[in-house]
């Protein structure tokens, strides 16, 4: 157990400076640098598209796309109404990389305060058995994690560059090797951040014979999902160690973000097959399918790519993935929407609830009713922004090329829920939208990015003491 | 404040046989009967509706829409895949009044559970601030309460019905009197039982230049989405009493369905207007515009008459109906969807987590965090039900008539909804469902109906004890 000397002896004066980073008023940490760093580098971005240079021979960029394909990269979000392959140059492409590349860290150094959060409260709470199960992350200091996280980022992208790399040599013999290097880093760096962008003009299609360049794909979205909270778990988990005072465990957070993230996967990809056997997947092999249906359900939550057509998905395909990209990833990652943990803990309560049990419980641990109480406002913060953003864009949408397209209000609505979730995969209609739909689409992109991470970190502060306490009275529901 | 000893000088024998109706077992009210007597009730209306008697001359009924109309008869939905006015004789009309009277009835009858169990859980509770507020309640006997809930129903309907029939009177000089009492009376208990059944092949478009006729059936549908539980509230709250200990005080119940009722009823007409200025309330004088968006936004939860076509509205008011349909009505009344004080009960826990206050408050009340998880149960499972409708419906629909509708997806969302929380609205749907579309529907509208009346009572048992009790753990969120 950890007693306040413990931790004073651990800290350093380095350890503050950085702590006072993302803690400056009363060891609160302030909020706004992380919204405006965002909003700053879209400016930049935006700026940096609208370059002549950034341009194809023969395109231009309009002021209103070049922010949305900024906002859309910064967000890691993917979707565009422009064809980036055709439109933009090789500068232009370079400038989305490295705004992707940006976004991410940005990400990560957001995460890095719910870390330290954590922390914080844990050594407050004084509870052992938990305090005791990551008792090296208490030790860890700050410098020492953002120098982990930066490296996992490098790693994980170098590791997933050189795959593709391997694998496009291999099926494009005679091709030019620099090209192909762009290539595989691109679509590395675009996967491990979950940004769905793509160089092809025919997006990661291209690629949908090989099951392997899929599969790489897949493990860098999956890698870039799980949460740099997990990860950290995962540091200091010595799992080759006997004695399991040395070994440290898996927290709640990872049992929780593994288990639904997988449930989703397999749930998701049994869902794509059977809804899907008789529309984009007919006539395929069984392995491909199979293939296909993973490579979706991954993507929707939350990378955006896509190797089959998503117009030409049956209506019930486009409906489950309106669920999946609101769950989205897990908490501190590259990918959006509520995420895997907010779900985990919804679906404990209500199951509480449904058993009549007094506290909310899952895999042995309890979770209390605060942390409850703020998954649902998360869930329906989430699902009012979303709502809004449907109403506005079908008021913008009213009569114009968008609403034309064949499924254009189920469209509509995948957009938004997709927009939210950062995921980036679109029925059609991005490219079809008005000016105004376009600029409703920009706003749910930055808040769905931003709004879930910030709302996380707010509320991880401690709960103010209040003194009243009224009395309590029962209501009747349902 | 209330003693054991009150309670037991207040009970008598023919009190205790009243409470063994809800409660067989070992106090626990028996849920099976409620559901059963539903479907009981389903299957005669259904085989009254195939007797030829029923049919007007020149048409038939097919099995699946007999059992249709029965089940949205008598779960007071209104959803109808045939002109109840044209396919069937005076007599299949007054079956489906029958019906909608006897689902009304049942809904009454299950609602008193809510009560009996809300007054045994204070009794056991002793919290004194709260049972002086409905002291009275406590003390009322089950038979009692049994006669006042029927009465209200009695003299709503008949205070209704002869308001409609002074004004019809007044408006159709020289018609046939028994005709128009017929009418009345049909569209009084309609209107009261939330049910949104007409007898007019144009249905209440009908009388839709008349304000009076609207504002009747306004204050028949409020009144009947009002609740059981504040009806007795209000029975005991004797407002011309000076002393308090006197006079009662209106429960928190009360404040909370009667606040987000009013919100939602001026919200949801505001928006109409909004929505609606240019769409089907375009060229009405502005007196007309309120009547008819009021009157909308009363419909919407949950009687489902509509006075302009819902074709024609705008997508956005179909989003926004959405979400007024799936929150519905106050718990133990007519009306579906999750209910107000569910909903109420959701933002107030939310709205507590954004203050990082420890204890979920409103008006001046604590709210209990297994209330909150019952709350948000209810909301997952609605949701739950409603997104496997919606993808089933995707299913059935799919190349099928209905999907050939202009605003086709979203009109079949709207039905899913519509269907779940016994509204009755349709985006035009409704006929051209496939025979497997109908059985969705079917299981819809009873679920809707049934499940979370049976969930209330259900949750409103004493909470289970439990010796284990696991070490808490903090996640993060976001
Ligand atoms: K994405
Ligand atoms: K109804």
Chains 1, 2 share one sequence.
Not at 191 to 206: H, K, M, Q
Not at 321 to 348: D, E, H, N, Y
Not at 424 to 446: D, N
Request: net charge positive.
């Amino acid at each position: 157990m950890l007693r306040p000397a413990d931790i004073a002896r651990t800290l350093t004066l380095r350890d503050l400076q950085w702590m006072s980073v993302f803690q400056p008023h009363r060891r609160d940490p302030d909020l706004r640098p992380v919204a405006l760093g965002f909003l700053a580098l879209i400016l930049v971005g935006a700026g940096a598209l609208l370059l002549p240079a950034a341009h194809a021979a023969g395109h231009r960029l309009t002021v209103i796309d070049a922010l949305f394909v900024s906002t859309s990269a910064v967000c890691v979000t993917g979707l565009t109404p422009i064809n980036i392959a055709e439109t933009l140059s090789g500068f232009g492409q370079a400038v989305v990389l490295t705004l992707i590349q940006f976004g991410g860290l940005g990400i990560v150094t957001a995460s890095l305060m719910l870390v330290m959060l954590g922390r914080r409260r844990l050594s407050l709470a004084h509870e052992g058995a938990v305090a005791a199960t990551i008792g090296r992350l208490q030790r860890a200091r700050p410098a020492e994690l953002f120098r982990f996280s930066c490296l996992a980022v490098v790693l994980a992208e170098t590791a997933g560059a050189a795959g593709l790399f391997w694998r496009l040599r291999a099926v494009n013999p005679g091709a030019d090797q620099v090209q192909l290097l762009w290539q595989a880093v691109f679509h590395a760096v675009s996967a491990f951040c979950n940004a769905g962008f793509s160089i092809f003009p025919e997006g990661l299609v291209r690629w949908r014979g090989d099951a392997m360049l899929l599969s790489i794909i897949d493990v860098l979205v999956i890698l870039g999902g799980i949460g740099l909270l997990s990860l950290v778990n995962l540091r200091y988990f010595r799992f080759w160690r006997h004695d399991p005072r040395e070994r440290g465990q898996l927290t709640l957070q990872t049992r929780l973000a593994a288990t639904v993230s997988a449930l989703l996967l397999v749930g998701g990809t049994l869902a794509t097959l059977l809804f899907e056997w008789h529309a984009t997947l007919a006539g395929e092999p069984l392995g491909r399918r199979i293939s296909w249906a993973f490579f979706h359900a991954t993507s929707l939550r939350t990378a955006g790519f896509n190797v089959v057509d998503v117009t030409l998905m049956h209506p019930a395909t486009l409906v489950l993935g309106l669920g999946l990209m609101f769950v989205g990833g897990s908490p501190g990652s590259m990918a959006g929407g509520i995420k895997t943990v907010t779900f985990a803990v919804l679906f404990a309560t209500a199951r509480a609830a449904l058993q009549r049990k007094e506290n909310v419980e899952i895999f042995g641990r309890r979770i209390n009713a605060r942390t409850s109480a703020i998954a649902l406002m998360i869930g329906l913060v989430a699902a009012t922004i979303v709502g809004a953003g449907v109403i506005a864009l079908m008021f913008t949408e009213f009569r114009a090329p968008a609403s034309a397209a064949p499924d254009h209000w189920l469209g509509v609505i995948f957009e938004a829920v997709s927009a939210f979730g950062t995921v980036g995969l679109s029925a059609g209609v991005t490219p079809l939208l008005t000016m105004a739909g376009k600029l409703v689409v920009i706003a749910l992109m930055f808040i769905g990015r931003v709004a879930p991470m910030l709302l996380a970190v707010y509320l991880a502060r401690p709960v103010k003491r209040w003194h009243t306490r009224y009395a309590e009275e029962q209501v009747a529901l349902g």
